[in-house]
């Protein structure tokens, strides 16, 4: 009676690369029970991904292949199956979504069509009843307006809105287990919130198991029924959701919790986890993870750690939790993380080190033979403030909302349509030439992709170098390289990394090399466009703490560009929560993320999804995506999502309302509250 | 759709005004007398004179571009020096065994190109692929002037299935498409493989067999209509080549297309005919090119309705 849905059972695949034989799914077992979520947890690469495609038989021939073990559904194994047999699996009984929305749906064929193909193929309707059901299913992914929809191109929805026609696709079979793989890490998180409770809703009604592959332990603490923890090939820990958060069992699940950037953790380095993921090619004789953790000793080195109950709800594989093995241990504490220095916050100084004032950037949107200009895209509108000597300020705001283009248009890569830009009190703006070249070396940046930022045809060592020689900092060539040299050891690189080309190093030591290019000319302000967006929570800790540590040392002052607020949280001083282009609440952290004021900014922290159940509030849930930036709504421009709008907000765009010494919001709820102070 | 098609309209009518005016240019471009060169070094002055008076030519150059133009726009292309004949009349007797001979060719350049390049992409390093490739190698390394004979001694003189030459009975087609044809479906089908293959590996292939679609609706339905997207672009391309191009094969086959005339008024110094040739196949690169085009715009909406989305 109470048989598993899917009984997965010494599961194993393998892959042939240039590199060698791979095992990216070694030997994993796991039982998913009809209705539940399950979730499968880990960094990039840790075979999570693999472990689903496996599950479908979709991994990419002939260079993967399932070599062996068991898939069981509803007792029958999937891998057993004749080729034709499984495709009536596929889609029907076990359906998928993936996590790049935008690349997932076939560009040519409308999204009615793409679904209704599966509806043909899994319910063996056909025309006008075709239709009927797809028109049933874009309504059930609470897409408005189905019939209008369903004729569109996937060009013409917005992201989200695609991952919901992936859903509705997935949902066509009626499966009853529908694997998620990353479903929202490619969204927004106002728009993650949105399909995050889209699929606990599809799942209450339809009782559908969801295997669901993240992670954002944020995620599985708001989704999962039960967790399993992935590390190189293996899952290392299994357990219900409470007892997980409650006390991780695997030392590699605590690190994951400890290197979370958090506001509670500002004051000290982020923990990190030592060394590299170990290489999938070669064969494990011991625990996977003995290399990178703090407790390990001789027998983790020597022997592979089995299954330890720690509950019922919770088992994990590691020596630590066995009390045989345990009586080996050497007496010993565990080693003390590497620095625990305590940071002194730089105290706010006297006069800011870059100013900006009333910026707009604005593109022309040119159409026709002639391309003739016929409308703006208000890309940023009216932005000002200021960054102190030493101090991190960080822009806040979902993708489109022109963060990115203030960064490059400070650095007068693009060059803004209005406004002031001044550095150490020169305006930038009016610079051109050879003058604006030389004042380069004063501000860097860094950017979100370290794999594409960097010259695949060039050596580190002369990427680093360059934009020294470029702007002759440093004639000599042997001082030069010595420069470099030091500048790696600063950014925590090898010295040989010199001679070595970008595509050699994994993606944090990339964004290293991006760090100490940036440091090379000697800048005193850094712009980062989401240095750790596209990195591992492990990873990003260890970039995270690299900054703090220069910054500490050299005296850098940050731009810092993200959509992720545990991380301006942890690391910055500032903040500014932009949306569509205009900056709508702004001050320190604790002001802006401890006491949000504007409606966006709350829906905002809202929607993040929070770890401790006990400190999760409840979420404003926005409707709708972002307005596109060409055509802006009028008065404030939140106002169409916004649950406090008024007929003001409709026609007027707000002033700024000065809430406390450094708060300060753009929205009409406050106006009148500031007004009574003042009559006090 | 309407707006896209006007634009498209508005800018092929440029590029024919360019065009016409670099043929018109094409006469007085040639170094020395062009009369010279077409009555030949020993012609009497009284006929240069007469002849250049004929042509216009010895009136002021402005006023010979508005002739020019005028003419073009009635559709007079004015007469052929050799036979008398208005040019407007030779062309068009002409132009139908061109068109038949292009459309041939590109019937079999698809039907061998299309099956061709998605069996060498969905068995990639296989035996079918190596032998589907080394075919196209070979389509492209033969001349059409070598490969014409080539055909001819095979089915005409050693088999004796098909004529040698001419254009009198339906089987003489047959060997000119054929030439015409494998040229083109060599680079088609390289271009196809390659462009599959890069589509199959896209997300919404994963989609379409994650769905349990068979795998030949993944290929038919999902990848190749979006693979055939570049090779559409290079088909316009090159079919305004096989129209140029048709000028080697028609010789080889005596096809009497407009290739042959324009051959055979070269040899003739038959100015002006050589000059409506030049024009007829210009013309026909830009109306295939807005034609590819269009066919463009409807395989992929994203140019249908203008990709403002970004």
């Known amino acids: 009676m109470n048989e598993p849905l899917l009984r997965v059972e010494g599961l194993r695949t393998r892959f042939e690369t240039r590199g060698g034989v791979l095992h990216p799914v070694d030997d994993v077992d796991f039982d998913i029970r009809r209705g539940e979520t399950f979730t499968l947890l880990g960094e990039s690469g840790c075979g999570k991904s693999m472990t689903a495609l496996s599950i479908m038989r979709l991994i990419p021939a002939p260079a993967g292949r399932i070599v062996a073990g068991r898939v069981l559904l509803g007792g029958e194994d999937l891998l057993s199956l004749p080729e034709a047999a499984m495709r009536r699996v596929r889609g029907k009984r076990v359906a998928m979504i993936f996590q790049e929305p935008m690349t997932s749906l076939n560009p040519v064929l409308t999204i009615g069509e793409q679904i209704a193909e599966s509806v ?184 592979v750690p089995r299954w330890i109950r720690v509950s019922d709800a919770q088992a994990a594989r590691c020596h630590l939790l066995d009390a045989e093995a345990i009586q080996q241990a050497p007496e010993h504490a565990p080693r003390p993380p590497a620095h625990l220095a305590q940071r002194q916050r730089t105290p706010a100084p006297v006069a800011p080190l870059l100013e900006v004032d009333g910026l707009k950037v604005h593109f022309p949107i040119r159409h026709g033979l002639l391309k003739r200009t016929v409308g703006q895209v208000y890309a940023v509108d009216d932005v000002s403030f200021a960054i102190g000597r030493g101090r991190t300020f960080a822009l806040v705001g979902e993708s489109g909302c022109g963060k990115t283009t203030i960064g490059k248009s400070i650095l007068q890569l693009i060059r803004p349509t209005a406004g002031s830009v001044r550095f150490d009190g020169e305006e930038l703006t009016t610079l051109h030439g050879e003058r604006l070249r030389r004042r380069r070396s004063d501000f860097q940046i860094i950017f979100q992709d370290p794999f594409s930022s960097m010259n695949p045809r060039m050596l580190v060592g002369d990427i680093v170098e360059e934009g020294m020689r470029a702007l002759g900092l440093e004639p000599d060539p042997a001082r030069r390289r010595a420069r470099v040299e030091a500048l790696l050891d600063q950014v925590g690189l090898p010295r040989d990394a010199l001679r070595r080309y970008p595509h050699e190093f994994s993606g944090g030591q990339r964004q290293r090399i991006c760090i100490a290019r940036a440091l090379a000319v000697n800048p005193r302000l850094l712009v980062c466009d989401e240095p750790t967006s596209a990195l591992d929570i492990s990873v990003q800790a260890q970039i995270l703490n690299l900054l703090q540590r220069l910054q500490d040392e050299m005296g850098l002052s940050y731009l810092f560009i993200t959509h992720n607020l545990s991380v301006v949280a942890y690391l910055a001083d500032e903040v500014a929560v932009m949306y569509l282009g205009r900056i709508v609440e702004h001050g320190t952290v604790d002001e802006v993320l401890g006491n949000p004021r504007h409606p966006y900014t709350q829906a905002l922290l809202s929607a993040i999804p929070v770890i401790d159940p006990s400190a999760r509030r409840e979420v404003i849930r926005l409707e709708g995506d972002l307005p596109s930036p060409a055509r802006p709504p009028s008065g404030c421009h939140f106002h169409i999502r916004c649950p406090h709008a008024t007929p003001q907000c409709r026609t007027h765009y707000p002033a700024v309302t000065r809430l406390g010494a450094s708060h300060t919001v753009r929205c009409f709820l406050y106006e009148a509250d500031d007004a009574a102070e003042a009559g006090c | 759709m309407t707006k896209f098609l006007l634009a498209r309209f508005g800018s092929a009518l440029l590029v024919l005004f360019g065009v016409s005016l670099l043929v018109f240019l094409l006469i007085h471009l ?100 190596v032998g589907a490739m080394s075919f196209s190698m070979i389509g492209i390394s033969i001349p059409n002037f070598l490969m014409g004979p080539l055909l001819i001694l095979l089915f005409s003189l050693w088999l004796g299935w098909l004529p040698v030459s001419g254009r009198d009975e339906p089987a003489a087609l047959v060997l000119p498409a054929l030439t015409l044809g494998t040229a083109l479906a060599a680079i088609l089908s390289r271009m196809l493989r390659a462009s599959l293959l890069e589509i199959l590996g896209e997300d919404f292939i994963r989609t379409a067999r994650a769905k349990g679609l068979t795998e030949r609706v993944v290929i038919f339905r999902h990848a190749l209509r979006n693979a055939l997207l570049p090779v559409i672009t290079l088909l316009g391309l090159q079919l305004g080549a096989l129209l140029a191009g048709a000028v080697i094969t028609e010789t080889v086959f005596s096809w009497p297309g407009i290739g042959l005339l324009t051959i055979e008024s070269i040899h003739r110094r038959d100015y002006p005919v050589v000059q409506a040739c030049v024009l007829l196949i210009s013309l026909g690169y830009v109306v295939v090119n807005a034609v590819t085009d269009l066919v463009y715009a409807r395989l992929d909406p994203r140019i249908r309705f203008g990709d403002a989305a970004g």
């Open chain 1, 120 to 303: 043909r193929r899994h319910r063996g309707l056909k025309g006008a009843a075709a239709t009927r059901v797809v028109l049933e299913l874009l309504d059930a992914v609470g897409i408005a307006d189905p019939e209008q929809r369903q004729r569109e191109y996937p060009h013409q929805l917005s992201g989200g809105m695609k991952q919901r026609v992936m859903i509705a696709i997935a949902l066509a079979g009626e499966p009853d287990l529908l694997i998620a793989d990353e479903p929202t890490t490619a969204l927004d998180v106002t728009i993650q919130a949105q399909v995050l409770a889209l699929l606990r809703r599809l799942q209450r009604e339809r009782g559908m198991a969801i295997l669901l592959i993240t992670h954002d332990l944020g995620v599985v603490s708001e989704m999962a029924d039960q967790v399993a923890v992935m590390y190189a090939g293996q899952i290392v820990e299994q357990s219900a959701r409470a007892p997980f958060f409650a006390a991780p069992g695997h030392p590699y699940s605590r690190k994951l919790f400890e290197s979370l950037p958090e506001i509670e953790k500002r004051a000290q380095p982020l923990a990190v986890i030592p060394g590299a993921v170990p290489s999938l090619a070669r064969a494990f004789t011991a625990c996977r993870f003995a290399d990178r953790c703090d407790f390990a000793w001789q027998t983790c080195r020597e022997v």
């Open chain 2, 30 to 129: 040639i170094p020395g007398d062009p009369v010279e060169v077409m009555l030949g070094e020993s012609s009497q002055p009284a006929d240069r004179a007469a002849l250049r008076h004929a042509l216009g030519l010895d009136q002021p150059l402005y006023l010979q571009l508005l002739e020019y133009y005028r003419h073009l726009l009635s559709f007079d292309l004015g007469e052929s020096l050799y036979s008398r004949r208005p040019i407007t009349e030779i062309v068009l007797e002409r132009l139908p065994a061109t068109l038949e001979l292009a459309v041939a060719g590109l019937c079999v350049a698809l039907l061998v190109a299309v099956p061709l390049g998605t069996v060498a992409a969905t068995r990639r390093g296989r035996a079918w692929d």
